[in-house]
């Protein structure tokens, strides 16, 4: 069974640190994109960061650039999502995604999600 989960996720004062994990089941994640997705209430879902497969160029919305880092290790089957200096706008369900070639930042590209992790920036 082909399957992605997300951990990582949980409550950050504004300004901390979290990094969420996308581990993979059932399929090797270096064959594949991967994107970061979130999803805010009464938001739509938006593309965060990807990284493509082979050569692992990566992606970054300019919400944010500079704050997150995208990285894999494939000999965990898994990829990360470093999220610094978090704002409350940063509130949201983070979900990850695996694609069948290139790690581009539009969801209708991904075959296999995550069931998402809540990521909540408070004071």
């Known amino acids: 069974q082909l399957q992605l989960v997300e951990t990582g996720g949980g409550l950050v004062q504004p300004g901390g640190s979290l990094r969420l994990s996308c581990a993979a089941s059932g399929f090797t994640l270096a064959y594949y994109g991967i994107g970061w997705f979130r999803q805010a209430p009464g938001k739509e879902r938006e593309a965060i960061s990807c990284?493509?497969?082979?050569?692992?160029?990566?992606y970054y919305a300019g919400s944010v650039k500079g704050r997150f880092i995208i990285s894999r290790d494939n000999a965990k089957n898994t990829v990360y999502l470093q999220m610094n200096s978090l704002k409350a706008e940063d509130t949201a369900v983070y979900y990850c995604?695996?694609?069948?070639?290139?790690?581009?930042?539009?969801?209708?590209?991904?075959?296999?999600w995550g069931q998402g992790t809540q990521v909540t920036v408070s004071s």
């Open positions: 990284i493509s497969n082979g050569d692992d160029s990566t």
């Open positions: 995604a695996a694609a069948i070639g290139l790690g581009i930042p539009s969801q209708y590209a991904y075959d296999y």
